[in-house]
């Protein structure tokens, strides 16, 4: 008998508590072999309660072959990553590396999971359920549908960048060194829970992170080290942060739209912020474009901003 969990998959009912009369066939092996045939060389072995005891190599031929057991315990790493036939992990799986990267189909992944690490980026997964306990690094990043992930989960480490469906992180969630955050829909931390946040790679305090319109320019600045100051940057934004500070004027001229003016910010210990600020001659809106910090001139700017590395070969006709 079968019944539909909430996400779709068919489970078996528990099974009765006394044993079987006769041990089950092996429902992943050929059950005889023919003249000229030759048997696996790698087993797949069947456990107490419908487990599946199998190598990695056995493993991984069977799940692309599309034979699910309901619990799955894997004698080493299980390497699926790049391959667009996979659609579903076993309901229950154990293994010491997980890794299916870039699998375009795999929708769902194990409701109870142990492992020392796991890599699930770029997937088509859309929700995580369940009891993930892993050592190490669990590694989501680039799924573009999550918005969910398990009830207890439990791992060392954590990336969910690019992953903009994900808004919310679940209450019981345990990790004990850090959470990548960058790219994703997400507005805050649970309560309680006390990791490093990073965004790219950078440690950021969690104003950075999540409530970026809270920060000033002047706070930029100050901040002396090079590479999260340049996060800080990205996270506040480039117009704002020209509006705030004002900058030297390099040169102005005009175009279509108006006065632009190519604009200098320095900062300490690093190369300056050079930027032209020009005007949308069709919306009147007003765009702030970072350019190399070697320009001096608008149309020289102009012209690398339209690909252009010699400004004499840039003549526009129209600029909208």
Known sequence: MFSINARGRQLRRPAPTAPPAAEPAEPWRARSFGAGTVPPVLPVSPGVGGTVRATPEAARAMLLAGRLPDELIVSGALRLSGEARLRELPRWLECTHLEVNDCPNLELLPERLRATSVQAARTAVRELTGDWLVREHVGLSGNPQLCQLPERLTARSLDVANCPCLVQLPATLHLTH??????????????????????????????????????????ILNVRNVTRRRVLLERFGLDRFVREMGGLVLDRDRDAGGERQLLSIPLEGDEPVVALRVICPSTAHTYVLRVPPHLRTCRRAAAWLAGFENEHDYRPLIET
Do not use: C, I, Y
């Open 178 to 219: 850090w959470l990548e955050v960058a790219g994703s829909g997400l507005t805050g931390m649970p309560t309680g829970l006390r990791v490093n946040l990073h965004w790219q790679g950078t440690t950021v305090d969690e104003r950075t992170a999540f409530r970026p319109e809270d920060l000033k320019a002047v706070e």
